[in-house]
């Protein structure tokens, strides 16, 4: 990378810009797209593809990026990239980004000297490659946005205030708590009301405590805004100025540097950035894989219209799909096995086959992949030329390309299984479980800048001499492979650090849940992410809280009613949702107790936990089951609940024992409920259970011998 001598070449560039000034408006719009992230973030997956090339919804990553980027109408694109640079060259060769026919020209620009985008940039204003204002965007970033708008506004405050402007940052309203929403990338700003200048921009992550400082009280504006609903799109309209100003501040190595320099310095440099905040489109940088889930799912229910899995927006040979009811979206080629169901929000690629009595829900799986049969597969994401064996479980995990997963595997939830591993047969991956072909010594071995070189032969060679053998007891008999969460690391703070980086930091605080989007409520809430679901969503937290604090400091039943009640005012929520709430949070809080080293509960401990619980909020639940539908709803919820822990169904006939007896639920509703309710075929496995089925019976007998001495 050739850095400029600062000060020296401010004369020399301003008369570069001031000669392309007055023609400025017919310049083409460009582009700067960065097609490395300059982390590890997603180790071990990127030690054998690059970010910018992981599927989402069996198309790479960049070509979202590359689609927004034309659609907003940028004629040329600077593609940068250091981290395996190769093949992101060879894969824009061979798209359509690169035919003559393209709008939107697009150059790749490699080097191994790239370790920011402070680096990026400075490079950019050495070699001259900007003639006017550009979008500067990550190669993860997958939007819809129409920024028509937010370019005019930007291109209207330069000229009218003389290029004090510098940066229109790009920002949607989104609700904290949302799970489009990185924790990681929360920010507090502070924005001028009329001009949307930026006084105040800080990343809020981990902090407890916000501090402001005083001059934006005093900076002349009439009003201002403090912001905590926004969701940084990644997305930024910059001038010309921006690589210069990374040129002449060697300490700007993120964009968060540069803004917050550049607001600490306004009055000295005169210097401004904007905001422009939308309240349509779709934006979100995948930096993690909890976002990488959530932005599969919008993709899946059609959030980022037009870029739909139908379009095949790349043309890639074999990329079109049919879509039919319930999201469901089939390739060329793709076969089905009798008995198997594809129930909602599903992407099959081409030339995929699935065995018999396969259940398959919010999954994308991708091409050239063999399912067998009873293949289970719940929010997982199957990459390309994958084999899954029969009896296979998969829940919330990512299987890479050319993984194996052999006859009675379990994936938990969050496990990923890197390029080419194989796991199994018959074994159960504990959740959060990371296995990869690279063992994660290689990390200790290889010098702390080497990931970021070309040389992807380094860890392979390296590999063959060490020879590691793959533990049994981990991966399998048959398994091929290395964990990384549990053999790598070996204090807690480290394997937080590792949960982190694949997954990113965790907005929901339930132990029992990995993810905000990973605890089910009402099915219609998954389907529509919508600010009502986050109102469910902290008004169940806000229930557990109340609930919590009456135990903590013992508060009576009719305070704790009051409190719920207000919440349900204040959160817009209706009875039946009240009802069911409450009856989950009530069920899932013996759980919540737990820390995450101890051993889970049996089902003999579960019950002796909750059982005192129930007789403590009894009174609580009173209060919201007047009417035969208030019971049913509490039951809908107990079953729900129920569903999704089957290890403990020894606990239902007791539990409901309880709630019988202390006039919680009617005998005549439950009966009801156990005859009729049943709506699918884990319903009706459920019923079967022998605990419940004595109850019932017991309730039947009680029913009988009360109608023989009415009679009497």
């Given at each position: 990378?050739?850095?400029?001598?600062?000060?020296?070449?401010?004369?020399g560039?301003?008369g570069?810009?001031?000669a392309?000034?007055?023609?400025?408006?017919?310049?083409?719009l460009?582009a700067?797209l960065?097609?490395d992230s300059?982390n590890?973030r997603f180790?071990?997956?990127?030690?054998?593809?690059?970010?910018?090339?992981?599927?989402?919804?069996?198309?790479?990553m960049?070509?979202?990026t590359?689609?927004?980027?034309t659609?907003?109408?940028?004629?040329?694109?600077f593609?940068?990239?250091c981290?395996?640079?190769?093949?992101?060259?060879?894969?824009?060769l061979?798209?359509k980004?690169?035919?003559?026919?393209?709008?939107?020209?697009?150059?790749?620009?490699?080097?191994d000297?790239?370790?920011?985008?402070?680096?990026?940039?400075r490079d950019v204003?050495?070699?001259?490659?900007?003639?006017?204002?550009?979008?500067l965007?990550y190669?993860?970033?997958?939007s819809?946005?129409?920024?028509?708008?937010a370019?005019q506004?930007?291109?209207?405050?330069r000229?009218?205030?003389?290029?004090i402007?510098?940066?229109?940052?790009?920002?949607?309203?989104?609700?904290?708590?949302h799970?489009?929403r990185?924790?990681?990338?929360?920010?507090?700003?502070?924005?001028d009301?009329?001009s949307r200048?930026?006084?105040h921009y800080?990343?809020?992550?981990?902090?407890?405590r916000?501090?402001f400082p005083m001059?934006?009280?005093?900076n002349?504006?009439?009003e201002?805004?403090?912001?905590?609903?926004?969701?940084?799109?990644?997305?930024?309209?910059?001038?010309?100025?921006?690589?210069e100003?990374f040129?002449?501040?060697f300490?700007?190595?993120?964009?968060?540097?540069?803004?917050r320099?550049i607001?600490?310095?306004?009055?000295?440099?005169?210097?401004?950035?904007?905001?422009?905040?939308t309240k349509d489109?779709?934006?979100v940088?995948v930096?993690?894989?909890?976002?990488?889930?959530s932005?599969?799912?919008?993709l899946?229910?059609?959030?980022?219209?037009?870029?739909?899995?139908?379009a095949?927006?790349?043309?890639?040979?074999?990329?079109?799909?049919?879509?039919s009811?319930?999201?469901v979206?089939?390739?060329?080629g793709?076969?089905?096995?009798?008995?198997?169901?594809?129930e909602e929000?599903?992407?099959?690629?081409?030339?995929?086959?699935?065995?018999a009595?396969?259940h398959?829900s919010?999954?994308?799986?991708?091409n050239?992949?063999?399912?067998g049969d009873?293949?289970?597969?719940?929010?997982?994401y199957?990459?390309?030329?994958?084999?899954?064996a029969?009896n296979?479980?998969i829940?919330?995990?990512?299987?890479?390309?050319?993984?194996?997963?052999?006859?009675?595997?379990?994936?938990?939830k969050?496990?990923?299984?890197?390029?080419?591993?194989?796991?199994?047969p018959?074994?159960?991956?504990?959740?959060?479980?990371?296995?990869?072909?690279?063992h994660?010594?290689?990390?200790?071995?290889?010098?702390?800048?080497e990931f970021?070189?070309?040389?992807?032969?380094?860890?392979?060679s390296?590999?063959?001499?060490?020879?590691k053998?793959?533990?049994?007891?981990?991966?399998?008999a048959?398994?091929k492979?290395?964990?990384?969460k549990?053999?790598?690391l070996?204090?807690?703070e480290?394997?937080?650090?590792?949960?982190q980086c694949l997954w990113g930091?965790?907005?929901n605080?339930d132990?029992e849940s990995?993810?905000?989007?990973?605890?089910?409520?009402?099915?219609?809430?998954?389907v529509?992410?919508?600010?009502?679901m986050?109102?469910?969503?902290?008004?169940?937290?806000?229930?557990?809280?109340?609930l919590?604090r009456?135990?903590?400091?013992?508060?009576d039943?009719?305070?704790?009613?009051l409190?719920i009640n207000?919440l349900?005012y204040?959160?817009?929520?209706?009875?039946?949702?009240?009802?069911?709430?409450?009856?989950?949070v009530?069920?899932e809080?013996?759980?919540?107790q737990?820390?995450p080293?101890?051993?889970?509960?049996?089902?003999?401990?579960?019950t002796a936990?909750?059982?005192p619980?129930?007789?403590k909020?009894g009174?609580v639940?009173?209060?919201?089951?007047?009417?035969?539908?208030?019971?049913?709803?509490?039951?809908?919820?107990?079953?729900e609940?129920?569903?999704?822990?089957?290890?403990?169904?020894?606990?239902m006939?007791?539990?409901l024992?309880?709630?019988?007896?202390?006039?919680i639920?009617?005998?005549e509703?439950?009966?009801r409920?156990?005859?009729?309710g049943?709506?699918s075929?884990?319903?009706?496995?459920?019923?079967?259970?022998?605990?419940?089925?004595?109850?019932?019976?017991?309730?039947?007998e009680?029913e009988d011998?009360s109608?023989?001495?009415?009679?009497?």
């Amino acid at each position: 990378m050739a850095a400029k001598g600062g000060k020296q070449s401010r004369s020399g560039l301003s008369g570069r810009k001031g000669a392309g000034e007055e023609g400025e408006e017919e310049q083409p719009l460009q582009a700067v797209l960065v097609a490395d992230s300059f982390n590890r973030r997603f180790f071990p997956i990127t030690k054998d593809q690059p970010r910018a090339l992981l599927p989402l919804g069996n198309v790479a990553m960049i070509d979202y990026t590359l689609e927004f980027l034309t659609s907003t109408g940028v004629q040329e694109t600077f593609v940068f990239c250091c981290w395996m640079s190769n093949k992101i060259k060879e894969h824009l060769l061979k798209s359509k980004w690169c035919r003559p026919t393209s709008p939107n020209v697009v150059h790749v620009i490699t080097s191994d000297l790239y370790r920011s985008l402070g680096d990026v940039l400075r490079d950019v204003d050495a070699k001259s490659l900007l003639r006017s204002d550009f979008v500067l965007v990550y190669g993860d970033v997958v939007s819809n946005i129409d920024v028509s708008q937010a370019l005019q506004e930007h291109r209207h405050r330069r000229k009218m205030e003389k290029n004090i402007s510098v940066m229109t940052m790009i920002c949607k309203e989104s609700s904290p708590g949302h799970k489009s929403r990185c924790e990681e990338d929360d920010i507090i700003v502070a924005v001028d009301s009329k001009s949307r200048r930026v006084l105040h921009y800080q990343n809020t992550q981990g902090l407890k405590r916000l501090q402001f400082p005083m001059n934006i009280f005093h900076n002349g504006s009439d009003e201002f805004e403090i912001r905590h609903d926004l969701l940084d799109c990644h997305i930024s309209i910059c001038s010309p100025q921006v690589a210069e100003l990374f040129t002449d501040n060697f300490d700007y190595q993120t964009r968060n540097d540069f803004v917050r320099g550049i607001l600490v310095n306004e009055e000295i440099l005169g210097n401004q950035i904007h905001m422009h905040v939308t309240k349509d489109g779709y934006g979100v940088r995948v930096s993690n894989l909890l976002m990488y889930d959530s932005v599969s799912s919008d993709l899946i229910r059609r959030w980022l219209y037009p870029l739909t899995p139908e379009a095949n927006f790349t043309d890639q040979k074999g990329g079109s799909c049919t879509h039919s009811r319930h999201n469901v979206y089939r390739a060329s080629g793709v076969t089905l096995g009798h008995g198997s169901q594809m129930e909602e929000n599903v992407l099959i690629g081409c030339d995929t086959s699935i065995g018999a009595n396969c259940h398959i829900s919010n999954s994308v799986i991708g091409n050239n992949c063999t399912i067998g049969d009873n293949v289970i597969l719940d929010r997982a994401y199957i990459w390309n030329n994958v084999h899954i064996a029969s009896n296979v479980a998969i829940s919330q995990s990512v299987v890479c390309d050319k993984a194996v997963v052999k006859e009675g595997v379990r994936l938990n939830k969050q496990c990923v299984l890197a390029y080419n591993v194989v796991i199994g047969p018959s074994i159960s991956l504990p959740e959060g479980t990371v296995v990869s072909m690279h063992h994660p010594e290689e990390e200790e071995e290889e010098d702390d800048d080497e990931f970021l070189s070309d040389d992807a032969e380094v860890g392979h060679s390296k590999d063959k001499t060490k020879q590691k053998v793959f533990n049994p007891a981990e991966v399998g008999a048959e398994g091929k492979g290395y964990i990384w969460k549990a053999s790598s690391l070996d204090d807690t703070e480290e394997e937080e650090e590792l949960s982190q980086c694949l997954w990113g930091l965790v907005l929901n605080p339930d132990p029992e849940s990995e993810s905000e989007a990973s605890e089910p409520d009402d099915p219609d809430d998954l389907v529509i992410p919508s600010p009502e679901m986050d109102d469910v969503k902290v008004f169940q937290l806000e229930v557990l809280g109340t609930l919590q604090r009456g135990l903590d400091e013992n508060i009576d039943c009719d305070n704790l009613v009051l409190e719920i009640n207000s919440l349900k005012y204040a959160y817009n929520i209706t009875l039946k949702e009240v009802m069911q709430i409450l009856t989950r949070v009530v069920l899932e809080y013996p759980f919540q107790q737990q820390r995450p080293q101890d051993s889970p509960l049996t089902t003999a401990q579960y019950t002796a936990l909750l059982l005192p619980l129930l007789e403590k909020w009894g009174p609580v639940f009173k209060n919201y089951v007047k009417r035969a539908q208030d019971y049913l709803d509490c039951l809908s919820a107990f079953e729900e609940y129920f569903l999704e822990q089957e290890s403990h169904w020894g606990a239902m006939g007791k539990v409901l024992m309880e709630m019988y007896q202390r006039d919680i639920l009617e005998e005549e509703i439950i009966l009801r409920w156990f005859s009729q309710g049943a709506t699918s075929d884990k319903s009706r496995q459920l019923r079967r259970n022998q605990g419940l089925q004595k109850f019932i019976q017991w309730l039947e007998e009680a029913e009988d011998e009360s109608s023989e001495e009415e009679g009497k």
